[in-house]
């Protein structure tokens, strides 16, 4: 079992542009969720998927949008980045909404 | 909404030597508490979770945590480290169900095990 993989583990963008994240579920999971995690920090909920659809968001702004197909992989895009935006990026899956959450190692996003 | 406060940013410790790192929540629902490892460069790993019944709860790697409803606390333990236990520890908490299902975490602490 490949559990949660994550691409690109690193990745420098400049900031305005925009940038999509990668995120493959351990196998049978079926929600995506990703979080944000500041240098010293500890993780902020961005977003959760399951069934395609966007179930819950937290406190983040409409340039942090996602998606997820019909495999359950799912997809993390930033618009109009910001310098602080630079964060490691987590996604974590699990069984359902309310099972226990495994996480990615987490792509470091920095940027410019 | 739920917040989740780790008292302590940094916990310094002699290998063989027991310790405790704490942890405080604070939430308007019913909650599920967990708390994760992240040692450099690397994700989240579960170390343990309270879900319901017994208070204290046994984990990986030899830590225990016990919840303690009135406190709103849920301190981690372990009797002896090692000095492969450096690393970040999180407390997080989970409603149990409507929109508070997602974790929301303290800031961390830095668990160093000096030899």
């Known amino acids: 079992d490949a559990g949660v993989t994550q691409s690109p583990t690193h990745l420098i963008k400049t900031r305005g542009q925009q940038v999509t994240l990668r995120c493959s579920p351990k196998?049978?999971?079926?929600?995506v969720s990703w979080y944000q995690q500041a240098l010293g920090q500890g993780p902020q909920f961005i977003f959760q998927?399951?069934?395609?659809?966007?179930?819950q968001r937290g406190n983040f702004p409409d340039r942090f949008s996602g998606h997820q197909f019909p495999n359950y992989s799912s997809e993390l895009n930033v618009n109009a980045l910001l310098l602080g935006d630079s964060a490691l990026y987590l996604c974590?899956?699990?069984?359902?909404?309310?099972?226990?959450?495994?996480f990615g190692q987490g792509t470091r996003l920095t940027v410019v | 909404a739920q917040s989740v406060t780790q008292l302590d940013s940094q916990v310094p410790v002699f290998e063989e030597a027991p310790v405790e790192l704490r942890c405080n929540y604070s939430?308007?629902?019913?909650?599920?508490l967990f708390w994760y490892v992240q040692y450099p460069n690397q994700g989240l790993q579960l170390l343990l979770k309270?879900?319901?019944?017994?208070?204290l709860v046994k984990g990986i790697n030899g830590f225990e945590a016990e919840f303690n409803k009135s406190q709103t606390s849920f301190h981690l333990r372990k009797p002896s480290v090692h000095i492969s236990d450096t690393a970040e520890y999180f407390c997080?908490?989970?409603?149990?169900?409507?929109?508070?299902?997602?974790?929301?975490f303290g800031s961390g602490t830095q668990l160093t095990v000096l030899p």
């Open positions: 997080a908490v989970r409603g149990r169900s409507g929109s508070a299902r997602q974790l929301t």
């Open positions: 309270y879900l319901s019944g017994s208070t």
């Open positions: 998927y399951y069934e395609e659809e966007e179930r």
């Open positions: 196998s049978g999971h079926d929600t």
């Open positions: 974590a899956s699990s069984l359902t909404v309310n099972t226990e959450a495994f």
């Open positions: 939430s308007s629902v019913s909650v599920y």
